[in-house]
């Protein structure tokens, strides 16, 4: 199937129709994520993600609990999202506690034709990915800026332990063959919720095989976990000049 068919003949929804046109970008996050809020019914369990765009949908899901009578329970992606839920009425679980997820929705930094992703942006990647897993179904919230044909325009993220992380740094830049930093904030690394440091590795718009290049990342020691998250993604609810749009993946779970 070719990349058009993906993008356009799974469309699923048009929320078009009551989403006027614009362009200011914290409008067309707030429309995703508010949008996106479809895919959550009483009764379920859900992943609640990381970032400026799924920070509407917590916020959405907290006033249909308190407005609309939905019944749900959550299981926060990090810290700040553990922070914002609680403060917006949503009860959290465990993940070990139950046994998975009804759905996850949660943000990205790319996306290409086949639903990969890459994620990480916020330094969440690990706890995202592991929600993520344990999902019966996958929905990302974006503005239209995350499209991309090819991954790696975003420096891709990878979480690494504090222990020796320079060394496993230079084998990244070695193994990917382009330049790798530390994130950093000010002068000090960043730490991720799980005490790890990220590294961002700039390939550029060249990611042509995700899962070979993730497979690739996970081998080499000192990784904990690498932000391309392959074969996912089911559904993107995405925010642009068109108004919001969902795309589901033909391969996917989410119908
Ligand atoms: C955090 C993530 C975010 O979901 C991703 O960075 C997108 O964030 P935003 O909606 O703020 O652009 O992966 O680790």
């Given at each position: 199937?070719?990349?058009t068919?993906?993008m356009?003949?799974?469309?699923?929804?048009?929320f078009?129709?009551?989403?006027p046109?614009?362009?200011?970008?914290?409008t067309?996050?707030?429309?995703a994520?508010?949008?996106?809020?479809?895919y959550?019914?009483?009764?379920?369990?859900?992943?609640?993600?990381?970032?400026s765009t799924?920070?509407?949908?917590?916020?959405?899901l907290?006033?249909?609990?308190a407005e609309?009578?939905?019944?749900?329970?959550?299981?926060?992606?990090?810290?700040?999202?553990?922070?914002?839920?609680?403060?917006?009425g949503?009860?959290?679980v465990k993940l070990?506690?139950?046994?998975?997820?009804?759905?996850?929705?949660d943000?990205?930094?790319?996306y290409?034709p086949q639903?990969?992703?890459?994620?990480?942006?916020?330094?969440?990647?690990?706890?995202?990915?592991?929600?993520?897993?344990?999902s019966?179904g996958?929905?990302v919230v974006?503005?239209?800026r995350?499209?991309?044909?090819?991954?790696?325009a975003f420096?891709?993220?990878?979480?690494v332990t504090?222990?020796a992380?320079q060394?496993?740094?230079?084998?990244?830049?070695?193994?990917?063959?382009?330049?790798?930093n530390?994130r950093?904030?000010g002068?000090h690394p960043?730490i991720t919720?799980?005490?790890?440091?990220?590294?961002?590795?700039?390939?550029g718009?060249t990611?042509?095989d995700p899962?070979?290049?993730?497979?690739?990342?996970?081998?080499?020691a000192?990784?904990?976990?690498?932000?391309l998250?392959?074969?996912?993604c089911?559904?993107?609810?995405l925010?642009?000049a068109?108004?919001?749009?969902?795309f589901?993946?033909p391969?996917?779970?989410?119908?």
């Amino acid at each position: 199937m070719g990349k058009t068919d993906v993008m356009l003949g799974t469309m699923l929804k048009d929320f078009s129709h009551r989403t006027p046109v614009m362009t200011d970008v914290e409008t067309l996050k707030r429309d995703a994520g508010i949008a996106a809020c479809a895919y959550v019914s009483s009764g379920m369990k859900v992943g609640l993600g990381t970032g400026s765009t799924v920070k509407y949908t917590v916020i959405e899901l907290g006033r249909m609990m308190a407005e609309e009578g939905l019944e749900i329970v959550g299981v926060p992606t990090s810290l700040a999202t553990e922070k914002l839920a609680t403060e917006v009425g949503i009860p959290l679980v465990k993940l070990s506690e139950i046994d998975g997820l009804d759905v996850v929705i949660d943000g990205a930094d790319e996306y290409d034709p086949q639903f990969q992703l890459i994620k990480g942006g916020g330094a969440a990647l690990l706890r995202e990915k592991i929600v993520a897993q344990e999902s019966s179904g996958m929905v990302v919230v974006a503005d239209d800026r995350k499209r991309v044909d090819t991954l790696g325009a975003f420096p891709l993220p990878i979480e690494v332990t504090p222990f020796a992380h320079q060394a496993t740094i230079r084998v990244l830049g070695r193994v990917l063959n382009c330049r790798v930093n530390c994130r950093m904030s000010g002068d000090h690394p960043v730490i991720t919720d799980n005490g790890n440091m990220i590294a961002d590795a700039h390939c550029g718009p060249t990611i042509q095989d995700p899962v070979a290049m993730e497979k690739e990342i996970l081998n080499i020691a000192g990784v904990v976990q690498v932000g391309l998250f392959n074969n996912m993604c089911d559904v993107v609810v995405l925010a642009g000049a068109n108004g919001v749009e969902t795309f589901v993946n033909p391969n996917g779970r989410l119908k």
